[in-house]
C-alpha cells in the first residue's frame, strides 16, 4: 500500500547561468534580494517597498522587526545562544509548559524545523507501534498532503513531484484522500498493522484544503475505538493563524501528536513536538535527540512570540483581519470567471483559479505584494498576523486586479 514509485524527472537539468551560481539550484527564485523588514512591510536591496502577503511562508508570525520581540532577541543573544542537551534548559520548560498550556496535552520535544518535528512524530507513531507487539507499523497519511523534505517525510507526503528521483522511498505508509470517513474505515477493517493516522488539519503546500471539522471529530472516534494516534501536522496552520491557538481546536477535538514549527518563532528556526498522555511515554533516553532543538535562543524566540501574542491580541486579530481579507477578496472576485474557491481559515487563506498561475508571483511582486502560489493554481496569502485592516485592504486592491487581468488574457 505505499505510494507508487515515482519516474524520475526528464527535464533537461536548467542552463549554468544564475544570478546565485555558488548556491544549489534548488528554488526557483524571484531576482529580488529583501534587505529589511518592518511590520508588514520589506524593502528591497534597491529600495523597493513590498507588502509581506507571505510571512516567510507563514514564519513571520509578528512581521519583521517588532519592537518588542527585537529587544528580548538581544538580551537572549548576548546571555546565551546555545549549550547542548547535556544540560536542563529553563527556557524549554518554560516553553513546553506553555505549549501544553494552549492545547491541553502533557510535554514537548524541541527541534529546529518542520519535517523534524514531523520525524519525531513518525518515531513515536512507529515505537508506540513496536511497544504494542505491532512489529511492522504503518500510518496513514493522505492525498495532497506536505510533511516535509527528508526521506521519511517525504515518502509521508502526497506529491509525486516532491517524491520524483530520490527512490526508494520510505515504507509503511498507506495513503487516503481526506475528509472521506469510509476510506480510513476501510483501512481500519483491512489493515492491523496500522498505529496512527497522520494528516495536516488545513493542508497548506497541497493548495489550503481544510479538513472537515466533521471529519476531525470522527478520526477522533476511529482512532480511540482502533487505539491508534491522532497526529495533526500543524506545522503551518498552527500558532494562531486561523484564529484559534491550533487549528484543531475549530473542531473542539485535542491530536496525541501535535508537530509544530514554521511561526512558533517568528522567524528564528524551531520546531516542536506536543504530546498528550498516549505518547508522552513513547520516547525514553537515547531514543530521539537533535544538537540544536531546544537551544536558549530559539526557545526565547517561542516564549517571546506566544508572550506578545497574548499581550497585544494577536490571534484575534487574524482572525479579525482574516475574516475582512477573506470578505474583501470575496466581494472582488464574485462571478469572476476562473476563480473557483477562496477557502481557509483566518490568515491562512487560498484562492483556487481554473488553471496554473506562478506567473501571479512576480507580477505581485512587481506590483509591490509578496505572496505564494501552491498546488500550480492556489493563490497563497499567509501574512504576518499583526496584518492590519487597511494592510488586507491594499492586499485586495494589489491583487485582486492582477487575477482579473491574469484570468482575461490567458
Ligand atoms: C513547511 C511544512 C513542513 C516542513 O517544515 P520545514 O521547516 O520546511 O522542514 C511540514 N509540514 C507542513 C504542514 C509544512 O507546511
Redesign the pocket.
Known amino acids: 500500500m505505499n505510494a507508487p514509485e515515482p519516474a524520475v524527472s526528464t527535464m533537461p537539468a536548467k542552463a549554468a547561468t544564475r544570478a546565485m551560481p555558488h548556491t544549489l539550484n534548488t528554488y526557483g527564485r524571484l531576482p529580488i534580494a529583501l534587505s529589511h523588514g518592518r511590520g508588514c512591510w520589506v524593502w528591497d536591496t534597491n529600495g523597493k517597498k513590498y507588502l509581506d502577503g507571505l510571512g516567510g511562508?507563514a514564519v513571520n508570525t509578528l512581521g519583521h522587526a517588532h519592537p518588542k520581540l527585537v529587544p528580548a532577541l538581544q538580551e537572549q543573544i548576548g546571555r546565551m545562544i546555545h549549550c547542548s542537551n547535556y544540560y536542563e534548559v529553563p527556557l524549554q520548560e518554560q516553553l513546553a509548559a506553555k505549549l501544553c498550556e494552549l492545547s491541553g496535552l502533557s510535554g514537548a520535544f524541541f527541534c529546529s524545523?518542520?519535517?523534524e518535528a514531523?520525524e519525531a512524530a513518525l518515531k513515536i507513531a512507529r515505537k508506540f507501534g513496536h511497544d504494542r507487539g505491532i512489529t511492522r507499523p504503518e500510518i496513514v497519511v493522505y492525498e495532497k498532503s506536505?510533511?516535509?523534505?527528508s526521506i521519511a517525510t517525504l515518502s509521508a507526503t502526497g506529491n509525486t513531484k516532491i517524491q520524483a528521483g530520490f527512490g526508494p522511498l520510505v515504507e509503511g505508509f498507506v495513503r487516503v484522500p481526506l475528509n472521506d470517513m469510509a476510506a480510513i474505515e476501510n483501512v481500519a477493517r483491512t489493515n492491523p498493522n496500522v498505529v496512527a493516522v497522520f494528516l495536516?488539519t488545513i493542508q497548506?503546500?497541497g493548495g489550503i484544503n481544510p479538513s472537515r471539522w466533521e471529519y476531525l471529530q470522527g478520526l477522533r472516534k476511529l482512532c480511540d475505538q482502533q487505539n491508534w494516534l491522532l497526529m495533526l501536522?500543524e506545522?503551518?496552520c498552527g500558532i494562531g493563524r486561523t484564529g484559534q491557538w491550533f487549528a484543531h481546536q475549530w473542531a473542539g477535538i485535542k491530536p496525541d501528536v501535535m508537530p509544530l514549527?514554521?511561526g512558533l518563532g517568528s522567524g528564528v528556526p524551531i520546531?516542536a513536538l506536543v504530546v498528550g498522555d498516549k505518547a508522552v511515554n513513547v520516547f525514553g533516553p537515547g531514543n530521539h535527540g537533535t544538537t540544536f532543538g531546544g537551544n536558549p535562543l530559539s526557545m526565547r524566540a517561542g516564549v517571546e512570540t506566544l508572550r506578545i501574542m497574548e499581550e497585544d491580541g494577536v490571534m484575534a486579530n487574524a482572525a479579525a483581519v482574516g475574516a475582512a481579507l477573506r470578505e474583501g477578496l470575496q466581494r472582488e472576485l464574485a462571478g469572476v470567471a476562473g476563480v473557483k474557491e477562496i477557502r481557509g481559515a483566518g490568515l491562512m487563506l487560498g484562492i483556487e483559479l481554473d488553471r496554473p498561475c506562478g506567473v501571479l508571483l512576480s507580477r505581485a511582486a512587481e506590483a509591490g505584494l509578496l505572496l505564494s502560489v501552491t498546488a500550480d493554481s492556489v493563490i497563497r496569502l499567509v501574512p504576518p498576523l499583526i496584518l492590519t485592516a487597511s494592510e488586507a485592504q491594499q492586499i485586495v486592491d494589489i491583487l485582486c486586479p492582477l487575477i482579473k487581468t491574469f484570468l482575461a488574457e490567458s
Open positions: 511562508i524545523t518542520g519535517l514531523n506536505f510533511h516535509g523534505r495536516e497548506g503546500e501536522d506545522v503551518q514549527a514554521k520546531g
